[in-house]
C-alpha cells in the first residue's frame, strides 16, 4: 500500500533543523535558506536515480550548525513505494575509513599511539614476507602508503556476518611481500585501513567497532549508525535492487575499511565536528591539533609523488577537492563504495559547509552530485560569482608528431586490471586498446601530438596522454575534465612493460588452465549473485612474450611476472595513486601431487582433476581446513544434496543455475556442471545423482 502524500512528504524533507552548538551569526540577518540550491540538487538527484536506475537515495547538507536541506528519494520496497526515511541507514563504504583515521587519532590524543611509530611496536605479532615490514608505520597505513598489494576481497562483501575477516587479512599479509618500499608512494589501499582494526584492538582493549561505538558514535550523537555485525531491523536500511528483487542486506567485514552504515544526517553531526576543530557542541571528540593532522596533505613528502593532483590527509581521498579547489575552497573530501551502495562526504572547514550524498547502487554519481551541490552553495551565498561552466571542447594546435615522438608513447601498459596497447597509425596519430578479461576494446583513436606535447583527438581534445619517466620506468598519464567539467585531472595511467624472456616450460604448461576457488565464504555476494565464475584462470597476450595474465572471481586481468621462479609469478607495477592498487603474486602450491592457486588469500584447486559424481549415491568428505569441495556431473539430471552447509550448481561455463544453503536438490539438462559443496571439518556429505531419461 503506498503512503500517503503528506507522510512521504514528511519522511523525505526536513530543512532548517537546528543541531547542538551556536549561531553561525549574531546579528539579525536570517538564515539562508539555500532554496536555489536545494531545488538545482533535488532535480539532479532525481534525475540521477533515473538515468542509473537507482532504488533510493538520501542527501543532507550543512552550514555551520545547520543542516539546511536533508531529503531521502526514490523508494526502499519497490513493491509498496515505500519511501525511505531520515533515519533510513545506507552503506557508506570506504567513508567508513575517515572514523579509522579517527580512531587512531583518538588514541594519539590519549598518548597511547605515536603516528610515526612502527606498527610492530603496538602489533608485535605482525609480519611480512618482506625485511622492510618492520619499517611500517601507522600513518602509512592511514595514508596509504604501506605498500601492501591492495585488497583482500576474499569474504569482502557477504550476505551473513564473517567477523574474522581482519584476522584474515593479518594473516594473509604474513605470507606476502611488498609491492613498494614503505613510504615510498601512495596506492590506495583497503588492507591498510583493515590494520587499524587489530592496532585498536591491541592499544585499547576493546574491539575496534566497540571502540567507535564508545569514542566517536556515541559522543556525536550518530544514533543510526552502526556495524552490521548482525542483521538489521526490518525496514531500517536502504537494500539495494537486482531488477525488481530487494536484495538481502549487504555485511561489508571489513570494518575499518568500509563496513559502517549511516544517515546523511548522522554524518551531519560529524561534519559539524570536523568545523568545528574536533567540537560537536560541548563535546570534544578530538583535539584541534588530530583534526588538523587528518586535513593536512600526506602525500607532499612522499618520495615518489609525480603527479601531485592529490592530496590525501589521513582517511581523506583529498584534503583539496580539485572541483572546489579550481574556484578557491578547500574541502576535504571522500568516496565510498561497496558492492550495494555509493557515497560522498565533502567538508569544507574555513566555509563550514558540508555535504554527503548517499544511494543503494554503486552507478550513483555521488561525486558529481557532492560537487554540484556544494557549487550551487557556494554561489547562492556569495563565495564565488556563479557555478562554474564546463571546459569549451576546443583542441589545442596540432604539432605534428616526430619519430621520436611516436616511439616515447607507444607500447604496452599495464593496469591494475587492464593493459592498454598504443599504436601509431597512418597521419602520425595514435590508437588506444584496453585488454581487460580477454577482450581488447578500443577506447581512443586518432590522438593527434599538440603542442604541449600530449596527444588528443579533435573528437574529444580535453581526453588527453602523454608519458612521463620515473624511477627508471616509463608511465602513461591521462587527463580528463572531471566533475561538473570545468577542470581537468590529471592521473598515472599506466606503467609501460619492458620486454622479457620467453615462459619457463613450467608456466608455459599452465597457460590456458583454470582453477576453482574452495575457500569463499558460501555467503560470499559474488557466489550468491553469480556475477562472476568462481575461477581462477592463466593466460597469455600476443605480442608480450614472457608474461602472464591472472584472472580471478574477484580482478580482472592483472599482468604477472614469472621470471626468477617456477612456483611464484609476481606483480610488480608501481603506479601511485589508483592504477596500481590491489595487486596480488600468483602462488603455486603442490597438494597431494596437484598444482594449486593461491591468489591473494584466495586457494584455487585444479579444475581439470575435480572428480566425476558417479550416479546412485556417493559420499563427500569435508577436508580438516574446512574447504569446498567440487564434483563434476558428466550427465544432466537432478542432484540431491544432504549433510552440506550450503551448495551451488554451476554449468560447464560456471554460470551460477542454483543455489542453497542446507539441504536441496537441482537439476540440469546438459553435461558437464559443477557442483560445490560446503561443510564443517570432516563433515560427510551425501550426494544423490539421478541421470536424466
Known sequence: MKQPMFLKILATLYVLAVLPGCNDSDDSTPPLTYAETIADGRAAVQQALKDADVPSASVALIDGERIVWSETFGYTDKATQTAPHLTTMYGIGSVSKVFAAMAAMKLADQGKIDLDAPLVQYLPDFRMAAPEYPQITVRMLLNHSAGFGGSDYRNGFTNAPVPGYAAQVQQTLATQRLKHLPGEMAVYCNDCLTMIEPLVAAVSGRSYTQFVEDEILAPLDMTHSRFALEPFPAGSFAPGYTGDRADPQEYTNAYATGGLYSTPNDMAHLAMMFMNGGRYGNVRVLSASSVAEMGRNQTRNLLFNPIPTFHWGLGWDGVAQPGLAAVGVTAWHKNGGTLTYGSEFFVAPDERLAVMVTGASVKFSVGQLAERIMLHALAERGRISAVPTPLPDTPQPEQPATDADLAAITGDYAQFEALLRIEAVPGRSLNISMYSNGVWTEIANDLKRRIDGSFSSDAAPNVAYRTFDGEGRRYLVARRPAGLGH?????????????????????????????????????????????????????????????LFASSIHTGSQIVDPAGSDTLARMFLKIPVNFGRDLNDVVIETRNGEEWVRYGSTLFRPQASVPVLPAGDSVVTIGSEGFAEWRKLPVGGTVAITGASAWKLYDADLKLLASSLGNGSANTASADAYLMVYGAPDAAITLTLAAAR
Do not use: C, H, K, M
Request: net charge negative.
Open 487 to 547: 577542470y581537468l585531472a590529471e592521473i598515472p595511467f599506466g606503467q609501460q612493460v619492458q620486454p622479457a624472456a620467453p615462459l619457463s616450460t613450467a608456466w608455459q604448461a599452465r597457460v590456458g588452465q583454470r582453477w576453482l576457488a574452495v575457500n569463499e565464504d558460501a555467503q560470499s555476494i559474488p557466489l550468491v549473485q553469480g556475477t562472476a565464475p568462481p575461477r581462477f584462470a592463466l593466460d597469455v597476450v600476443d605480442g608480450l612474450p614472457g608474461y
